[in-house]
């Protein structure tokens, strides 16, 4: 299960209907269409203000170690004024640093520091942000 975004509402909507669903936002940002957030456990994700999490990013909060077979769930979060591309996909238990760049269709599994730009699957470090 996961909170979707509901692709029609306006920008402002989808925000609420996120807030209401558990989601923790620190400040006002932008969440694209077809966004989806984990619907287990959507209290362990927190936003930054100013973030912009473009179209069809998936971020889950819980995830399978297929070394020991079970379920475990993390928090994850992620920073003020972080831009996520397109179909990104945030998995484990992750923060995001303040002021950095997720590429579009990156993969995040681990953290990433602040005013950074990361891309790829899984995601590597591309440069440093002045």
Not at 34 to 41: A, L, Q, R, S
Not at 78 to 107: E, H, P, Q
Request: aromatic share 14%; glycine share 12%; net charge positive.
């Amino acid at each position: 299960m996961v909170v979707s975004t509901f692709p029609l509402l306006p920008p402002y909507f989808r925000f609420k209907f996120l807030q209401w669903g558990g989601v923790r936002f620190r400040g006002r940002c932008y969440i694209g269409g077809n966004v989806e957030f984990d619907g287990i456990y959507p209290n362990l994700i927190q936003i930054g203000q100013g973030c912009i999490i473009t179209t069809g990013t998936h971020i889950l909060s819980h995830f399978f170690n297929t070394s020991d077979r079970r379920f475990y769930a993390g928090k994850i979060k992620i920073g003020n004024r972080v831009f996520i591309g397109m179909n990104t996909l945030i998995v484990n238990s992750v923060t995001i640093g303040d002021d950095s760049v997720i590429a579009a269709g990156s993969v995040i599994t681990k953290d990433i520091p602040a005013k950074e730009v990361w891309g790829g699957n899984p995601a590597k470090f591309i440069k440093k942000l002045s």
